[in-house]
């Protein structure tokens, strides 16, 4: 018996409660996803340009396999000795540029943002961190006091300091966009000291999707890392949503940005929609831990676990999907220019490979949330998803799985263009 959606949204607030929150004026009530699909209730097919999970497509075949072979064999935690999680630590690895050599396994971002504050406080004996004025970076009670881009009731730590992003979008000189950052680095690093706290970290996406996707000024995150490396913080790169090749050019969004992290924290696409979350670091930085601590985690790293990671890394590189993000992305950030272009309601566009948007204003051009979220309705009503993001919430969010054909992308950016005529004239 199929549930009606509006029985199934009572049965969720009579059990979920009515604040977790769901997409569009009309929640969407899915079934089923193969690729960049995904099928309601009422048998309705809908491209997904939003989810970033399912990285190499809804019910991927080849991870799906993977988790079905190995959970029909054996499935136990790291204090057994099992080949998969040691494959897929070497093959993770690999990824990542020298210093980075050694990996902890654990369940979601925000589980492996907490390990690597926690080390980070450890190493440095200092608890002060260094955060962007609009962030989201997991949902523990430590995190929650450093999260500056949702709604949260602790307010922020006393040992937290925010930084705005710089951002060259709207003409802005980069040169002394660069010099007043760097000041404002200096200023909330010395009040760090200062109050006693000194620096443990700083912790960033580098490609600072919650903020808005700014365009940064060349050098700026380099300088920012360094910053914090000599006021004796370690740098922290959040790639839950900025890695695995999504940029195009680069596996990390901080090898793109230029920052060199002593910390890296995974999530959401590392087992395609299957709970995988993980810390890469230096041999150095987990032996001291190690050392000190008795860590370990009951699911993280078990043989499912490692063998959904593997499918994915598997699946990207057959399908060679960074190549794949960087040639279709240079396609759409083409059109977004042009579309941009021809509208006084578009300030900019966003992003680079498969992860864009566009940067919506009114008609003096201050940021419009309100014609944003129509436009976001206009697509869904058309059966493509989006979402939006920023402090003023004007900004597209676009990012849709790696495996998204030429052609989608066409019913996607048509779509779009048709949308923006609609909503923005």
């Known amino acids: 018996m199929t549930t009606s959606t509006e029985d199934l949204l009572a049965r969720r607030r009579a059990t979920l409660g009515p604040h977790s ?15 960049v699909w995904l099928t309601d209730v009422d048998g309705v097919e809908h491209l997904d340009g939003y989810n970033n999970v399912p990285h190499v497509g809804h019910a991927n075949e080849r991870v799906q396999r993977a988790i079905c072979e190995q959970s029909a064999t054996l499935n136990v935690h790291t204090r057994y000795l099992h080949h998969r999680v040691v494959d897929y630590a070497e093959r ?30 450890q190493h440095t004996g200092s608890t002060g961190i260094l955060v962007s004025d609009f962030s989201y970076h997991g949902n523990t009670a430590s995190l929650a006091e450093l999260t500056t881009g949702l709604a949260a009731q602790e307010a922020l730590g006393d040992h937290v300091r925010t930084l705005h992003v710089p951002d060259t979008a709207h003409g802005v000189d980069p040169a002394q966009l660069l010099a007043d950052s760097a000041v404002r680095i200096d200023a909330a690093l010395e009040s760090l000291h200062r109050a006693g706290h000194g620096v443990a970290a700083l912790l960033v996406d580098p490609l600072f999707s919650t903020e808005g996707m700014p365009r940064l000024p060349a050098g700026w995150l380099e300088m ?7 006021a004796g913080g370690l740098v922290i790169a959040d790639e839950v949503q900025s890695g695995f090749g999504r940029l195009g050019t680069t596996m990390w969004g901080h090898q793109a940005g230029g920052l060199v992290p002593d910390l890296v924290t995974l999530g959401k696409p590392m087992g395609n929609g299957h709970p995988m979350g ?45 190549a794949h993000a960087r040639r279709l992305g240079e396609r759409v950030h083409a059109t977004l220019a042009r579309i941009a272009a021809g509208s006084d309601r578009i300030s900019a566009h966003r992003g680079t490979g498969l992860f ?19 436009l976001v309705e206009e697509m869904k009503r058309r059966r493509l998803l989006i979402s939006r993001i920023g402090p003023q919430e004007n900004v597209l969010k676009i990012r849709p799985p790696m495996v998204i054909t030429d052609d989608e992308a066409t019913l996607l950016l048509d779509g779009l263009e048709e949308s923006v005529g609609v909503v923005l004239g």
């Open 224 to 230: 920012l890392g360094q910053k914090v490396r000599d």
């Open 21 to 35: 929150p769901l997409f569009y004026d009309r929640p969407l009530h899915l079934v089923s996803g193969r690729g």
């Open 356 to 374: 864009f948007g566009l940067d919506i204003v009114d008609g003096v051009g201050a940021p419009d949330a309100a014609a944003t979220k129509r």
């Open 278 to 322: 993980g810390v890469m670091t230096r041999e150095a930085l987990l032996d001291e831990f190690g050392r000190n601590n008795m860590y370990f985690n009951t699911f993280a790293g078990n043989p499912v676990s490692a063998a959904a990671g593997v499918a994915v890394l598997d699946e990207m590189a057959e399908r060679d999907l960074m």
């Open 92 to 121: 993770l690895l690999e990824t990542v540029d020298e210093p980075l050599d050694r990996l902890f396994l654990t369940n979601s971002g925000s589980e492996a943002n907490e390990l690597a504050l926690r080390i980070a406080r």
